[in-house]
């Protein structure tokens, strides 16, 4: 089943909407036809979106924050792999330039 308002899929017994929180027992209203209206739902949904992923990313990083808080040698670890790649790239980049200019 599909959210009346939004689009979002969601169970058949759902009273609310769990993305856009709208209850399905209110009948949306009729549509007007305006291409503005239509604007306004797109730009709804896609700051709804945007909220919601950007909640994904916030969680994701302070899960990390955590992670390398309760385990600061792998973050180092991690750290150190990090800019060993770095200093390999511009090692790469140091001979290409050598090679380049003799």
């Not at 599909?2 to 058949?12: I, S």
């Not at 909220?51 to 992670?67: F, G, I, L, N, Y």
């Amino acid at each position: 089943m599909n959210c009346r308002w939004c689009g979002a899929e969601m169970a058949p017994s759902a009273i609310t909407c769990p993305a856009c929180r709208q209850p399905q027992n209110i009948p949306p209203p009729p549509p007007s036809g305006d291409p503005i209206d239509r604007i306004v739902a797109e730009a709804t949904r896609a700051t709804r979106e945007l909220a919601e992923a950007t909640e994904r990313m916030s969680r994701k990083a302070t899960s990390e924050a955590k992670r390398a808080a309760n385990d600061p040698s792998d973050a180092a670890r991690r750290a150190i792999r990090r800019f060993k790649k770095e200093i390999e790239s511009a090692r790469s980049d140091l001979d290409r330039v050598l090679r380049e200019l003799e």
